[in-house]
């Protein structure tokens, strides 16, 4: 892993000016420079913001590339507001969708968008500073409101909210999430006292509520974020609930695919990654270690050291569509960590589609 130091004090302080200012903007792009840099958006061709949010990869990228055209995708009904605005200051330019990666392949096909017709496609992965810090929407461990953590709000009548799965969910499956998505070690403990807790509580529908009976269980140990910060103990809890509602890992895994699909050969995919379960899938598909195309399994037949395959095997398995260009991935500079620290846990993958 590297450190970026490229020099990019033209477009740095153009960016700067934009959009490193918490005034203009809510949620401040993270790697915004790096992006530009790998991507290098040319006018006139066409990419796909991925994960729009307030949009400030999307005005990195006008910022150079004034004639370029974005899709700009999220299934957050705020971003795609906010995306509806840009779409207003750029007409001709922008086109907002609301929708999911797994919703993409129909919105793009009324566009008459095809396969290999993209240029390139950016991914800024997780959950934006808008949906942090409203505390109606759920995510906040700070702020109280109700247990919600939907990405996508009503929009998918079927889909739960943290709460209602609280309010149901086994014991074991509970402690599993919290392990796998949360990488939480005291899973068994916080499922346990939350399945308990339906007895006095009833059903936990607030933030606080959660907070509260995480901290009351397993609050003793202080933690530490990335920073050397005291981490709230609910943290984690937090973490795996939403990626469990917004079926996140499944989502990036999907959208991987759909970058091979859509990009042409010699598009960039830019990926901006949080924790190690995002960028584990990503790097899976960017190393060609993906089998049947479900990056979810883990290859262990090919992993362990007992069997030896031969070369027409391995070299089948690890076929890769990508090339690297981040070898193997960019990380924050301190700067933008101290003005940003927000970004400390970033992880910025970037390939070009060659096969
Ligand atoms: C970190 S924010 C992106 C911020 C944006 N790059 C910016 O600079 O303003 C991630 C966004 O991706 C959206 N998102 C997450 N998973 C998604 C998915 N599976 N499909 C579509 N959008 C998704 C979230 O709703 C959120 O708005």
Same mark, same amino acid.
């Given at each position: 892993?590297?450190?970026?130091?490229?020099?990019?004090?033209?477009?740095?302080?153009?960016?700067?000016?934009?959009?490193?200012?918490?005034?203009?903007?809510?949620?401040?792009?993270?790697?915004?420079?790096?992006?530009?840099?790998?991507?290098?958006? #040319?006018?006139?061709?066409?990419?796909?913001?991925?994960?729009?949010?307030?949009?400030?990869?999307?005005?990195?990228?006008?910022?150079?590339?004034?004639?370029?055209?974005?899709?700009?995708?999220?299934?957050?009904?705020?971003?795609?507001?906010?995306? &509806?605005?840009?779409?207003?200051?750029?007409?001709?330019?922008?086109?907002?969708?609301?929708?999911?990666?797994?919703?993409?392949?129909?919105?793009?096909?009324?566009?008459?968008?095809?396969?290999?017709?993209?240029?390139?496609?950016?991914?800024?992965?997780?959950?934006?500073?808008? #949906?942090?810090?409203?505390?109606?929407?759920?995510?906040?461990?700070?702020?109280?409101?109700?247990?919600?953590?939907?990405?996508?709000?009503?929009?998918?009548?079927?889909?739960?909210?943290?709460?209602?799965?609280?309010?149901?969910?086994?014991?074991?499956?509970?402690?599993?999430?919290?392990?796998?998505?949360?990488?939480?070690?005291?899973?068994?403990?916080?499922?346990?006292?939350?399945?308990?807790?339906?007895?006095?509580?009833?059903?936990?529908?607030?933030?606080?509520?959660?907070?509260?009976?995480?901290?009351?269980?397993?609050?003793?140990?202080?933690?530490?974020?990335?920073?050397?910060?005291?981490?709230?103990?609910?943290?984690?809890?937090? &973490?795996?609930?939403?990626?469990?509602?917004?079926?996140?890992?499944?989502?990036?895994?999907?959208?991987?695919?759909?970058?091979?699909?859509?990009?042409?050969?010699?598009?960039?995919?830019?990926?901006?990654?949080?924790?190690?379960?995002?960028?584990?899938?990503?790097?899976?598909?960017?190393?060609?270690?993906?089998?049947?195309?479900?990056?979810?399994?883990?290859?262990?037949?090919?992993?362990?050291?007992?069997?030896?395959?031969? #070369?027409?095997?391995?070299?089948?398995?690890?076929?890769?569509?990508?090339?690297?260009?981040?070898?193997?991935?960019?990380?924050?500079?301190?700067?933008?960590?101290?003005?940003?620290?927000?970004?400390?846990?970033?992880?910025?993958?970037?390939?070009?589609?060659?096969?």
């Amino acid at each position: 892993m590297f450190r970026c130091r490229f020099n990019f004090s033209l477009l740095g302080n153009r960016l700067r000016g934009r959009f490193y200012c918490a005034q203009t903007a809510r949620h401040v792009p993270v790697m915004a420079r790096e992006t530009i840099q790998f991507l290098k958006p #040319q006018d006139g061709e066409l990419y796909i913001d991925m994960t729009f949010g307030a949009g400030g990869h999307t005005r990195a990228i006008l910022e150079v590339a004034p004639g370029a055209k974005i899709v700009a995708l999220d299934r957050d009904p705020v971003a795609y507001e906010m995306a &509806q605005n840009l779409a207003v200051e750029y007409p001709g330019q922008i086109f907002p969708l609301l929708g999911k990666f797994s919703e993409l392949p129909e919105k793009l096909k009324e566009m008459d968008i095809e396969q290999r017709g993209v240029d390139g496609m950016v991914f800024d992965f997780g959950a934006s500073s808008m #949906q942090f810090d409203e505390g109606s929407r759920g995510f906040s461990i700070s702020k109280n409101g109700p247990l919600d953590m939907r990405m996508d709000r009503d929009r998918c009548l079927d889909e739960p909210s943290a709460a209602d799965v609280l309010s149901v969910i086994d014991q074991q499956d509970l402690a599993r999430i919290l392990k796998v998505y949360g990488e939480e070690k005291h899973a068994k403990t916080i499922a346990r006292a939350i399945v308990e807790a339906r007895h006095t509580l009833k059903r936990i529908v607030t933030t606080k509520e959660l907070a509260d009976l995480v901290q009351s269980c397993c609050g003793v140990e202080k933690r530490l974020d990335k920073l050397q910060r005291v981490s709230h103990p609910a943290t984690k809890t937090f &973490q795996a609930l939403r990626i469990f509602v917004n079926n996140e890992l499944n989502e990036i895994n999907y959208a991987m695919l759909l970058a091979k699909h859509y990009l042409k050969i010699g598009g960039k995919m830019i990926t901006i990654t949080f924790h190690s379960l995002e960028d584990t899938i990503v790097k899976r598909h960017v190393m060609g270690n993906v089998l049947d195309d479900m990056a979810n399994k883990l290859p262990l037949r090919y992993n362990s050291h007992t069997i030896c395959h031969g #070369q027409e095997v391995m070299e089948a398995v690890m076929r890769s569509p990508w090339h690297q260009l981040t070898k193997p991935v960019a990380v924050p500079s301190y700067e933008e960590v101290e003005e940003n620290p927000r970004s400390r846990s970033a992880k910025l993958r970037a390939v070009v589609r060659v096969s």
